[in-house]
């Protein structure tokens, strides 16, 4: 049976971030980029952060911005798990959002991180300490 049309679903840890039938799509794994029709042969790919643009029915562009994730192509649906999303509308709107937000929470997340390593390595020393204060 010949499809005319994905069924795509970009999903969030929070929820569904969009939901929309498309007549193609490219998005960026891994090793590259890579398009998908809707007849295409199902699979599964690791995403990095970059831009998803899929075109509608309408002709119109689907611009989303998306981290790192999971891509997979099953049948008439195509289904996007990632950790963040933004949308635009435009390639260059959404690039900068990209930018801004991803890169930004980034640069948080490793001082969080390195807050966190702090932490339990004071945790571990403490621990050490109350260990050779026993009789």
Aim: aromatic content about 6%; some cysteine; glycine content about 6%.
């Amino acid at each position: 049976m010949t499809r005319t049309s994905i069924s795509l679903t970009v999903r969030l840890p929070t929820g569904v971030f969009c939901q929309s039938p498309v007549t193609r799509l490219v998005v960026q794994a891994e090793n590259g980029s890579f398009g998908v029709l809707p007849n295409h042969v199902d699979f599964v790919a690791a995403l990095v952060p970059g831009i998803l643009v899929a075109t509608t029915h309408d002709a119109d562009e689907l611009v989303l911005g998306v981290d790192e994730g999971i891509f997979v192509k099953r049948g008439g649906s195509v289904d996007v798990c990632v950790r963040r999303a933004v949308r635009g509308a435009s390639l260059k709107e959404v690039r900068d959002k990209v930018r801004t937000a991803f890169f930004e929470i980034s640069d948080h997340e490793r001082t969080a991180r390195a807050a966190l390593a702090r932490l339990e390595a004071d945790i571990v020393r403490r621990f050490a300490e109350l260990k050779d204060l026993r009789p």
